[in-house]
């Protein structure tokens, strides 16, 4: 892994570890990528988690890689086909890299794959809360693979 992946990996890690979701943390750690305070980019993501605000669908890290990605290389056209195929593309290849390691991108399936029941209440972050998530490698993930898309030229 690049220096700059590690970077962002870390960041991402950090930030999940001090209390944000899993959305947050991805999203947030590219907040200087973005020219986007750090403030700013943890409430655009903040009703990501949770498989977006807690129903347990798509993994918010996942969510995030989409946001960053439309953010960095996103269109503004309505017309710019291209710029829409080439987003979408990127997208979908993180996507499938990360369903490739967790076979899902599934919320509900991720944590039950873990062995923990689903809830769409948001849990205390307590450090029992910590040893039993294994979101943090979903975040992991996302913040790796978003950093080596980036630095693709």
């Given at each position: ?20 979701n899993c959305a947050q943390a991805v999203f947030a750690a590219f907040a200087e ?121």
């Amino acid at each position: 892994m690049s220096p700059y992946a590690q970077g962002k990996v870390d960041r991402a890690r950090e930030l999940y570890l001090s209390g944000y979701n899993c959305a947050q943390a991805v999203f947030a750690a590219f907040a200087e990528e973005m020219k986007v305070p750090v403030e700013t980019a943890l409430k655009i993501a903040s009703g990501m988690g949770g498989g977006i605000g807690g129903l347990r669908e798509t993994c918010g890290a996942v969510s995030a890689m989409a946001l960053v990605l439309g953010t960095l290389r996103g269109y503004n056209d309505a017309a710019d086909y291209e710029g829409k195929k080439e987003l979408y593309a990127a997208v979908q290849r993180l996507h499938g890299e990360f369903c490739k390691e967790y076979e899902t991108s599934n919320c509900r399936q991720l944590l039950i794959s873990a062995g923990i029941a689903a809830s769409n209440v948001p849990a205390e972050r307590t450090p029992e809360y910590y040893r039993k998530r294994p979101c943090y490698r979903y975040i992991e993930k996302a913040a790796q693979l978003l950093a080596e898309e980036l630095e693709v030229p």
